[in-house]
């Protein structure tokens, strides 16, 4: 009900961005005589408002929203709704979406990366599913679980900066999983585990033709660029753009 409701914000901004804003020319204009630009990004019941201006200019668009969505019987929550700058950071649909130094040069880029709570939120997945009262099922079927568990959550996270991430995630499993090996089998040596439990001359864990490839087997994939060219409900056809002009 909420989505639906929240169609009327995204015609509010549509009409504003149309009228005010849609073409380079009346941006920049804008901006000259010191005005801000904006534009909403929404998915579902989530969406951000992103401002090139002041942060008086932001302040501004935040009590703009919550005029709209009040006639809607709709309010924003105070612990989910803050301004922030770019080079502070936020975080929209689990990702973290910051402006930061490229290692090594000294341009800035906005960078997009797993949220610190959609990190913790798949290491405390990996526990639960490497607890001991998992130890009832046979390794091959811990490390489908794993498998699968882990390429879902990296298939979403595959456009961002993640790489670092998935090793990191992955390598928490591995722990886990070799902890879990040791006390199912508590005679277990070390060398005994890489044995039985490994592939031949590595450390990869593997049972009975399943092999742990962790959240690292899924290729991080960034987006290019497009700009205004990506579609939404809100563009309009270019009959309809032409009739405006």
Known sequence: ?????????????????????????????????GLANWR????????????????????ALREQVAAVLAPLGLRLSPEKTRVVHIDEGFDFLSFHIRRMRKR????????????????????????AKTYRSTRNMSLAELLVDLNRTLRGWANYFRHGVSKDVFTTIDSLAWGRIANWIFRKH????????????????????????????????????????????????????????????
């Open 1 to 33: 009900m909420a989505n639906i409701a929240l169609s009327a914000l995204d015609e509010h901004f549509a009409q504003q961005w149309q009228e005010l804003m849609g073409t380079s020319y009346k941006r920049e204009k804008r901006r000259k005589n």
């Open 40 to 59: 909403l990004i929404r998915f579902a019941d989530d969406f951000v408002v992103m401002v090139i201006g002041e942060r008086h200019d932001a302040e």
């Open 104 to 127: 090594g040069t000294n341009k800035r880029y906005v960078y997009t990366m797993p949220s610190k709570k959609a990190i913790q939120s798949i290491k405390d997945k990996v526990k």
């Open 186 to 245: 508590s005679r277990l040596s070390r060398q005994e585990m890489r044995r039985r439990f490994c592939l031949p001359g590595t450390w990869k864990i593997a049972h009975d033709g399943i092999e742990f490839t962790g959240a690292a087997s899924v290729a991080v994939t960034r987006y290019r660029y497009r700009g205004a060219k990506i579609p939404t409900p809100w563009t309009p056809t270019p009959a309809a753009a032409q009739a405006s002009g």
